[in-house]
Nanobody, 123 residues
Framework: QVQLVESGGGLVQAGGSLRLSCTSS????????MAWFRQVPGKEREFVGI???????YYADSVKGRFTISRDNVKNTMRLQMNSLKPEDTAVYYC?????????????????WGQGTQVTVSS
């Protein structure tokens, strides 16, 4: 079992920045393929980006160039640096761990999820 905890959400003005963190106690996140998703009420959970355990990182087109995923293996943490935020980035952001196959951009391919952290971008 992998327990994930997100933090760092909040309210920010458009054009601002936030940094989200995802950590786990008891499990080494560097062993897992880790991703960020986001969800707006009434809509499907949307892929944001993935950090593969082998080092590659992919992003959704909607955040490419503005969001950056990184890992701090000493602190057993994955981060999502979000710059140039837009109102449409408002959502609950989730981190997830993928241990099996399936498309990386689909929610069903992930085995473990955090509780989510709210990001609100005001215009």
């Amino acid at each position: 079992q992998v327990q994930l905890v997100e933090s760092g959400g909040g309210l920010v003005q458009a054009g601002g920045s936030l940094r989200l963190s995802c950590t786990s106690s008891g499990r080494t996140l560097s062993n897992y393929n880790m991703a960020w998703f986001r969800q707006v009420p009434g809509k499907e959970r949307e892929f944001v980006g993935i950090s593969w355990s082998g080092g590659s990182i992919y992003y959704a087109d909607s955040v490419k160039g503005r969001f950056t995923i990184s890992r701090d293996n000493v602190k057993n943490t994955m981060r999502l640096q979000m710059n140039s935020l837009k109102p449409e980035d408002t959502a609950v952001y989730y981190c997830a761990a993928k241990t099996t196959g399936g498309p990386y951009y689909l929610r069903v391919s992930y085995d473990y999820w955090g509780q989510g952290t709210q990001v609100t971008v005001s215009s």
